[in-house]
């Protein structure tokens, strides 16, 4: 796998981790953490959909893929307007634990980008999840 996708990836990590930290020491109000924090999960969840949706364009591997594409992008919404609250953030976790066990399932990749890719995704995931949790341990404080 490219440098430069190892690179973004992780970079994408910096608002999940810097948020809670900035919440924690006071730099931020819940209310301002939680909008900017949620808001930030839901546009990267949408972004694994365009995984998806590329895929699904130009190498299909079954008829439903072209509609998990649009999952992520209709679960972060729906999170973010239905419940504007810590619920937001368990949703939106277990949309990024179910949509990287899909990635290894359905990407049509070489055996080696698969394990790389899916290398990366699990610790991605695994970092954002537990940012999620802290900012949920952190609301009820």
């Known amino acids: 796998m490219q440098k430069e996708v190892k690179t973004l990836g992780y970079l994408g ?7 809670p930290i900035a919440l924690q ?4 109000s819940y209310a301002q953490a939680f909008a900017f924090f949620s808001q930030y999960s839901a546009i990267i969840l949408s972004f694994f959909g365009g995984v998806h949706w590329f ?5 299909p591997t079954n008829r439903h893929q072209i509609y ?4 992520p992008s209709i679960v972060g919404w ?9 619920r937001t ?3 939106l976790s277990l ?3 179910g949509m990287v066990v899909y990635d290894k399932f359905t990407l049509r990749l070489s055996k080696h980008m698969i394990v790389e890719y899916t290398r990366m995704r699990v610790i991605l995931t695994t970092i954002v999840v537990i940012c999620h949790a802290a900012m949920i341990w952190l609301s009820s404080r």
């Open 13 to 19: 990590l910096i608002p999940f981790v810097t948020i």
């Open 25 to 28: 020491m006071g730099m931020l």
């Open 55 to 59: 895929a699904a364009l130009t190498e």
């Open 68 to 71: 998990v594409a649009m999952l």
């Open 78 to 86: 729906l999170a973010l307007v239905v419940f504007a609250d810590a």
């Open 89 to 91: 953030l368990g949703v």
């Open 95 to 97: 949309a990024y634990v």
